[in-house]
């Protein structure tokens, strides 16, 4: 069955350090797609990024950077020197190209706060 | 419209109403897709729908929840006789093709649901 868990249900930073949300997926399908989505207190959704299950390679866009480890299961997302714009909840999400399922699996998000 | 939209963003039911909320899905895209989003928690899958056809009804947890999109455009999604535990935030995304599982889906703010 497939499954996304965001064990970080919280992390505060200072505004400018460096924090890692981490994201570890299962899934038997062979082709996969993960993403990270921010909800910010207006509630709605915004797609960051996706990731193709056969393209490992890490991805940076600007502050942000994404590692991407089949071997552990792991989509861990890094913003470097962080914003107070960065306080929001950040969603990892998994889908299946293979099993039939249209949807997409959420985890439970992890709330950040950066203090300024 | 540039993104996606829904009304009411805001919506206060009493027990036992029937409640009606809209999508408006970015124009064009094929896709359509429900969630229905607990306090604290990740969205969840209600329903799909490519074009006019609702192709994935799994995650509408009881008969009282209905969908339709008529035309492949807009999308209404009805609640009857709404219980307290229907009390989320309701999210409409959309994505371009019709192959959901490799597509990018793109979310609207929501509909928060009370009821008392």
């Known amino acids: 069955a497939q499954k996304v868990t965001q064990a970080q249900t919280e992390i505060s930073v200072v505004e400018k350090e460096d924090v890692t949300l981490d994201c570890v997926y299962e899934t038997r399908d062979t082709t996969y797609y993960l993403f990270w989505y921010k909800q910010p207190p207006s509630g709605e959704l915004v797609f960051l990024i996706r990731?193709?299950?056969?393209?490992?390679q890490n991805e940076i866009s600007g502050r942000y950077s994404w590692n991407f480890q089949k071997s552990t299961s792991s989509f861990n997302f890094t913003i470097t020197a962080s914003q107070v714009v960065d306080s929001a909840v950040y969603f990892c999400a998994l889908s299946e190209a293979l099993t039939g399922a249209n949807n997409l699996f959420f985890g439970t998000g992890t709330r950040l706060t950066v203090i300024p | 419209g540039a993104g996606v939209s829904q009304s009411p963003r805001y919506k206060v039911a009493k027990r036992g109403q029937d409640v009606a909320l809209r999508c408006d899905p970015i124009s064009g895209h094929v896709s359509l897709f429900w969630y229905q989003q607990a306090l604290g928690q990740g969205p969840e899958f209600l329903t799909y729908f490519q074009n006019e056809a609702q192709l994935d009804k799994s995650g509408l947890p009881s008969d009282r929840f209905f969908a339709e999109r008529p035309e492949g455009s807009v999308s209404t999604l009805k609640i009857q006789r709404t219980q307290q535990e229907d009390s989320a935030v309701y999210l409409c995304?959309?994505?371009?093709?019709?192959?959901?599982?490799?597509?990018?889906?793109?979310f609207g703010p929501g509909t928060r649901l009370t009821v008392l």
């Open positions: 995304a959309s994505s371009l093709n019709g192959r959901s599982s490799t597509d990018t889906q793109y």
């Open positions: 990731r193709n299950s056969f393209d490992e």
